[in-house]
């Protein structure tokens, strides 16, 4: 059952402290994204990776940092320099083509107290 | 510097009429569309896509029409169904940047029963 995973659906942290969210997939993309959605502002990409150990900033990555160590697996990491990081977060994977379509998982709904 | 923008928020009709959804974009170098539907707290789903080289794309309900000299392109649904009550985004590539998207702010279509 192939897909892609993202967790914790829900996720509080303190003001200050950096956290990590997973996104998992078994679909065997090369190409994997992180987005942020705000209400009224869409889908902005974060980061993306087209093949493992690379990957390059979107439009919004300050605050923000990513690896890319296995093919299934592309971990986002919301850092205390990132102003506004109550948000939902979703993560995709695609074949590296434009023409292929992205998968997304789930997201994750990211809250700072 | 909004390159892809959906400038309606929001959009209401009956069952079983024709929805049509706007999408215009700046960056002439897009070369590929695709129109994605997003339920609340899921991800988005791939609807339907377009080349730059057509100027029309079916798939059963679903329609894209692509006016290239206007960078405009829209998505009919015919006849909508209350299912299909959810927000819309549209998207644009470039096959020379490889499989990155920007997308549009999106917009929210309820149909009415």
């Known amino acids: 059952d192939g897909g892609i995973t993202q967790s914790p659906k829900y996720l509080f942290r303190k003001e200050g402290q950096n956290v990590t969210l997973s996104c998992e997939q078994n679909?065997?993309?090369?190409?994997m994204y992180w987005y942020r959605q705000d209400p009224g502002q869409g889908l902005r990409l974060i980061y993306y990776s087209q093949i493992v150990n690379d990957f390059q900033k979107g439009d919004i990555a300050e605050g923000y940092s990513v690896s890319r160590e296995k093919k299934e697996s592309f971990p986002l990491t919301v850092t205390s320099a990132q102003k506004n990081p109550t948000a939902f977060y979703l993560c995709a994977s695609s074949f590296p083509s434009v023409f292929n379509e992205q998968f997304f998982g789930p997201g994750t709904r990211l809250t700072v107290l | 510097d909004q390159q892809v923008k959906q400038n309606s928020p929001s959009l209401s009709v009956q069952e079983g009429r024709i929805s049509i959804l706007n999408c215009d974009y700046t960056n002439s170098m897009f070369d590929y569309f695709l129109w994605y539907k997003k339920y609340p707290a899921e991800g988005p789903t791939f609807l339907i896509s377009?080349?730059?080289?057509?100027d029309k794309n079916e798939d059963g309900r679903f329609t894209v029409f692509l006016n290239k000299s206007a960078k405009h392109l829209s998505l009919h649904i015919v006849p909508s169904q209350p299912g299909d009550s959810a927000v819309y985004f549209c998207?644009?590539?470039?096959?020379?940047?490889?499989?990155?998207?920007?997308f549009g702010e999106g917009t929210q279509l309820t149909v009415n029963p």
């Open positions: 998207a644009a590539g470039e096959e020379t940047s490889g499989s990155r998207l920007t």
């Open positions: 679909l065997n993309h090369d190409a």
């Open positions: 377009i080349s730059s080289i057509k």
